[in-house]
């Protein structure tokens, strides 16, 4: 039986039950798979291109079109989770994901893999958004939704990390198949418990879904997101990137023009006002946009400067993973001690400060010890960002809204882990000049510092734009 947003917010416990124990810990074992799905593949794509014929300009879709389905369709799916159930949507999402995956790890030829990676990227933007509606409607706003929002944000930014790790570990001692396979398992354990422990989750009425809102909306971010992808592949300037990105603005515009209009916006206009809602998804996306992004400079340092192999590199940031992990179960603490706004300003200079000194980075394996400190501070701050972010943008809301502000956060995620590599691959390719490892670190230093930058304009607006509240406050 269904339980509508009235009748949860009305009997919200004040304390983890062991069934609210169990909820937390299906929806957080899903989100950390979802996580890990975006990176496991990453030191595999030239394994598994070998193997199944992929050609080297057509590898990098493996990843490409997982990235624009998740990105592309999440707000879409934060709404029809609203509309018609987030339960269903979440339990439907992870059937599909549980088939892809298991379809991508059959697959024998590049048309199957790549069909397989689209519906693997669709069912993450369904199961995302579904996933955190039911974090945020099943804890009452306050010090229980903290630790849940931070305990999801911890796993999923670790769970980043942890793809490349596993990624590595599965290709070199197994076979690549087996990143698709190890979903499998976890989607029918999910699948088992959570019909039984997690309650359906809708609001009270039923209002039309925007389907001019939605189809602009989707194919603006599409375009926006294969844009970004294109510019990092073949610089700023091509015609490749810069067509999807005009087309991708223009819809999104038009999008804008078609919410002020309509009866039931799939946004309405009056929630993207409001400062928590704005300003809080702009923090979060230079979060994930710049801290995904490091991942990928620091792994060109190890590899192409450093000289390690790709599990090594990939097993070298296990120690951002373990800074992710403390940020995130600390992040609650502080933002109940001092506030949302300020754990965003403290977590971005933390973030910042230890950016920075990676620009101190030298040519020789002596320099490892500086790199581990600097990402393991940096994961700290970067994750106080992020569930400071998700608190924020989440919270002054009603509980029927609460599918659309996930769904805009989850689109927020997706959006910057999935234009940070190819944004900070243009500026690293565009400084570097000549050739050898004097060249290639340069240019990693530029991008560096343009990462670094772009944290403290993230702490800047949170520092100008948001209001100084305490959490539960609406």
């Known amino acids: 039986m269904s ?27 899903a989100q950390f798979m979802l996580a890990v799905d975006f990176s496991i593949l990453n030191v595999a794509l030239p394994v598994i291109g070998e193997g199944l014929g992929f050609s080297l300009g057509h590898l990098q879709w493996i990843a490409t079109s997982f990235a624009l389905c998740a990105a592309g369709f999440t707000l879409l799916f934060g709404r029809i989770a609203d509309l018609f159930g987030r339960r269903r949507l979440f ?13 991508g790890g059959l697959a024998r030829n590049p048309e199957v893999l790549i069909a397989a990676r689209v519906l693997q990227g669709l069912a993450t933007a369904a199961v995302t958004p579904a996933g955190l509606s039911l974090l945020t409607t099943s804890f009452p706003e306050g010090p229980l939704r903290e630790k849940a929002l931070g305990l999801n944000g911890a796993l999923m930014s670790a769970g980043f990390t942890t793809g490349a790790v596993l990624g590595g570990l599965l ?105 928590s809602v704005a300003w809080g998804n702009v923090a979060g996306l230079i ?54 706004r300020r754990a965003l300003i403290a977590g971005g200079l933390l973030q910042a400060l230890f950016t920075a000194a990676l620009l101190g980075l030298g040519d020789d394996r002596s320099w490892m010890g500086l790199l581990l400190v600097a990402t393991f501070a940096g994961g700290v701050g970067n994750m106080l960002v992020i569930v400071g972010f998700m608190v924020t943008a989440t919270s002054g809301l009603a509980d029927h809204e609460q599918g659309l502000a996930t769904g805009l956060a989850t689109m927020t995620q997706q959006i910057g ?17 000549g050739t050898g490892t004097a060249a290639v670190l340069g240019g990693l230093k530029a991008a560096i510092a343009v990462n670094t930058a772009l944290v403290l304009l993230g702490t800047l607006t949170s520092a100008l734009f948001l209001r100084d509240t305490r959490p539960g406050t609406r």
């Open 417 to 433: 882990i999935t234009m940070g590599t190819p944004v900070m691959s243009a500026v690293a390719t565009a400084a570097m000049t």
């Open 171 to 275: 290709t070199d001692l197994l076979s690549w198949r087996w990143a698709f396979f190890v979903n499998v398992p976890v989607v029918l354990a999910v699948l088992i418990v959570a019909p039984t422990v997690i309650k359906e989750s809708r609001p009270d009425g039923r209002a039309g879904l925007d389907v001019p809102g939605a189809v602009s909306v989707t194919l603006g971010l599409l375009a926006v997101v294969l844009g970004l992808t294109r510019a990092g592949e073949r610089g700023w300037g091509s015609a490749d990137a810069l067509v999807p990105l005009a087309a991708g603005v223009v819809l999104l515009l038009v999008f804008l023009a078609v919410e002020r209009r309509v009866a039931a916006p799939l946004v309405p206009v009056g929630v993207l006002r409001k400062p």
């Open 91 to 103: 339990l439907g999402g992870l059937a599909v994901l549980g088939a892809a995956s298991l379809l």
């Open 3 to 29: 339980v509508t947003d009235t009748e949860a917010a009305a009997t919200a416990p004040a304390a983890l039950t062991p069934r609210l124990r169990l909820v937390l810990g299906l929806l957080l074992a």
């Open 287 to 340: 979060a994930f946009l710049t801290e995904t992004s490091l991942v990928f400079l620091l792994t060109l340092y190890l590899q192409e400067v450093l000289g390690f192999s790709p599990l090594a590199a990939g097993l070298s940031f296990g120690v951002l993973g373990a800074g992710t992990v403390v940020g995130g179960s600390t992040a609650p603490k502080v933002i109940a001690r001092i506030g949302g």
